[in-house]
């Protein structure tokens, strides 16, 4: 079943202890990208990556990191988390750059104490 | 700079009325749209999508929504309601390195 996957579905933590949200797909797209969801604002861009080894920032990228050495996975990273960082994360990715469909994963929400 | 606007954070319909999302998206060139649903501790699946074309495009689970650049609207409707469509519902666009712009959202209770 084509799919994108995250782990885990729900983590609570504390401020500073640093975390890694895991996410994979198994349908070769070369594009994938990280939002944060919070109420009132939608979801917002965090990172974004368009192939292996190529990462670019999107909107909020402040206290996030990520990495693409496969192509098939693209984990968030948060080295030292805050309060503010308490939201429901998506992963998505799509085939290629041109405005086709994204594929969003099922959610990590996240609470920092 | 590229947005997107749902004026309505809540809407309350009766099970078997009529439907109309709105969605207001910035000035552009044609833009790609997008309507994705939102159900319940799930995750974003799309609902419809506008590239180009017929202006009125078709979508999944009864919905529709028509794309009117007078108006930069993208309006999503759906004729008949089910209890089954509650959920919330996000516009979004296609913005600058392929990411999306969403809306905030509007959430849709069904009444009985």
């Known amino acids: 079943e084509a799919q994108v996957t995250q782990n885990p579905r729900y983590l609570i933590t504390v401020t500073g202890k640093k975390l890694t949200v895991t996410c994979s797909q198994n349908?070769?797209?070369?594009?994938m990208s990280w939002y944060r969801q919070d109420p009132g604002l939608g979801l917002r861009q965090i990172y974004y990556?368009?192939?292996?080894?190529?990462?670019d920032k999107g909107d909020v990228p402040e206290g996030y990191k990520v990495s693409r050495k496969e192509k098939r996975n693209f984990p968030l990273i948060l080295e030292s988390p805050s309060p503010n960082q308490t939201s429901l994360y998506f992963c998505?990715?799509?085939?290629?750059?041109?405005?086709?469909?994204?594929?969003f994963g099922p959610g990590t929400r996240l609470t920092v104490l | 700079a590229q947005s997107v606007t749902q004026p309505d954070i809540h809407i309350t319909v009766s099970e078997g009325a009529s439907l109309e999302l709105r969605c207001n998206y910035s000035?552009?060139?044609?833009?790609?749209l997008f309507w994705y649903v939102q159900s319940p501790g799930q995750g974003l699946q799309l609902l419809l999508k506008?590239?180009?074309?017929?202006?009125l495009v078709q979508g999944i689970k009864g919905f529709e929504a028509e794309f009117k650049r007078s108006q930069s609207s993208f309006n999503l409707r759906k004729p008949s309601v089910h209890w089954s469509d509650a959920a919330e519902y996000f516009c979004?666009?296609?913005?600058?390195?392929?990411?999306?712009?969403f809306g905030a959202g509007t959430i849709l209770r069904v009444k009985s």
């Open positions: 979004a666009r296609r913005g600058d390195g392929n990411k999306l712009v």
């Open positions: 349908m070769n797209h070369e594009y």
């Open positions: 506008y590239f180009s074309g017929d202006t």
């Open positions: 000035y552009g060139a044609t833009p790609y």
């Open positions: 998505a990715s799509s085939p290629r750059q041109g405005g086709n469909e994204q594929f």
């Open positions: 990556s368009m192939n292996v080894e190529v990462t």
